[in-house]
């Protein structure tokens, strides 16, 4: 069975400090993809980063890295300097290959006071 | 629409009644997602179409759920005789085809008395 945990429930960081979200994933499958979804206070899910089970080389986008790590089935998202529009709930999220429908965990709700 | 549409945001009912939920795609994207998300929780899979057929109903909780995407385009999720645990909000998400990155809409409240 396919399973995302996401042990960190909330996390409270003040502006400008450098924040990681866990994120631990199960599977049998050899090929998978796994996601980030951001989720402000609108509601909306927001597409963060898709990595493929092959592709283990770490990603930066501005103040956004993730780190892919199949050893430990892991693939954690660090936020460096972060900023109050950061506050959101994150959600980590894995699928098959061939498979459509998206196993999210239950989230972790970053706050960010300045 | 620059996105994907969900309507109405907020929908009440009461016990027993029957709702509908609509979503409106990206354009052009031919595969179309619903999942529920209770509160405290992460999304949950209910039903997946890649076009007009429903390619994988296996996250439907019962046969009070239901759903149709008859054009290819817009999609409408029934529940008949609601209960008070349908109550979540009710997430759609489009992609260009199965398999690809999920783009969601803002979802549809739904709180059944």
């Known amino acids: 069975a396919q399973k995302v945990t996401q042990a960190q429930t909330e996390i409270s960081v003040v502006e400008k400090e450098d924040v990681t979200l866990d994120c631990v994933y199960e599977t049998r499958d050899t090929t998978y993809y796994l996601f980030w979804y951001k989720q402000p206070p609108s509601g909306e899910l927001v597409f963060l980063i898709r990595?493929?089970?092959?592709?283990?080389q770490n990603e930066i986008s501005g103040r956004y890295s993730w780190n892919f790590q199949k050893s430990t089935s892991s693939f954690n998202f660090t936020i460096t300097a972060s900023q109050v529009v950061d506050s959101a709930v994150y959600f980590c999220a894995l699928t098959r290959q061939a498979g459509t429908a998206l196993i999210f965990g239950k989230g972790t709700t970053l706050s960010v006071s300045s | 629409g620059a996105g994907v549409s969900q309507t109405p945001s907020n929908k009440v009912t009461e016990k027993g009644k029957y709702v509908e939920l609509r979503c409106d795609p990206i354009?052009?994207?031919?595969?179309l997602y619903w999942y529920r998300q209770s509160l405290g929780q992460g999304p949950e899979f209910l039903i997946y179409f890649q076009g007009t057929g429903a390619a994988d109903d296996s996250g439907l909780p019962n046969d009070r759920f239901f759903a149709v995407r008859p054009e290819g385009s817009v999609s409408t999720l029934k529940i008949q005789r609601t209960e008070r645990g349908d109550s979540a909000v009710y997430l759609c998400?489009?992609?260009?085809?199965?398999?690809?990155?999920?783009?969601f809409g803002a979802g549809t409240r739904l709180s059944v008395l």
């Open positions: 990595r493929n089970s092959f592709d283990e």
């Open positions: 998400a489009s992609s260009l085809y199965g398999g690809d990155i999920q783009y």
């Open positions: 354009s052009g994207h031919t595969a």
